[in-house]
Nanobody
Framework: QVQLVESGGGLVQAGGSLKLSCAAS????????MGWFRQAPGKEREFVAA????????YYADSVKGRFTISRDNAKNSVYLQMNILKPEDTAVYYC??????????????????WGRGTQVTVSS
């Protein structure tokens, strides 16, 4: 079983950048498909980005494509989300997630069985 802890959130002006980190413990991140999700107040949790277990494939929501990059560092047992050209609509709590069973689409929260507690990202206009 893996434990996930996110960090790196904060307040940033529109157009700025942040890099979120997801530190794993208990098991190595290369044992899992990894994802980032976000949830804004009053909205459902939505898919942001995903990385296959092999790290050979990445996937992004249309709303962040070209601005966000998901990556993994096996030596640090961590996954990252580099966020550039941030917009006010990116404001949300961002969650890191891991999946050990590969049934269902990578963009569905229900297919991930491990979650962190989230980190707040606020983008001011």
């Amino acid at each position: 079983q893996v434990q996930l802890v996110e960090s790196g959130g904060g307040l940033v002006q529109a157009g700025g950048s942040l890099k979120l980190s997801c530190a794993a413990s208990g098991r190595t991140v290369d044992s899992y498909g990894m994802g980032w999700f976000r949830q804004a107040p009053g909205k459902e949790r939505e898919f942001v980005a995903a990385l296959s277990r092999s790290a050979g494939s990445t996937y992004y929501a249309d709303s962040v494509k070209g601005r966000f990059t998901i990556s993994r560092d096996n030596a640090k047992n961590s996954v990252y989300l580099q966020m550039n050209i941030l917009k006010p609509e990116d404001t949300a709590v961002y969650y890191c997630a891991a999946r050990s069973v590969y049934i269902g689409a990578y963009y569905l929260p229900s297919v991930y069985n491990y979650w962190g507690r989230g980190t707040q990202v606020t983008v001011s206009s």
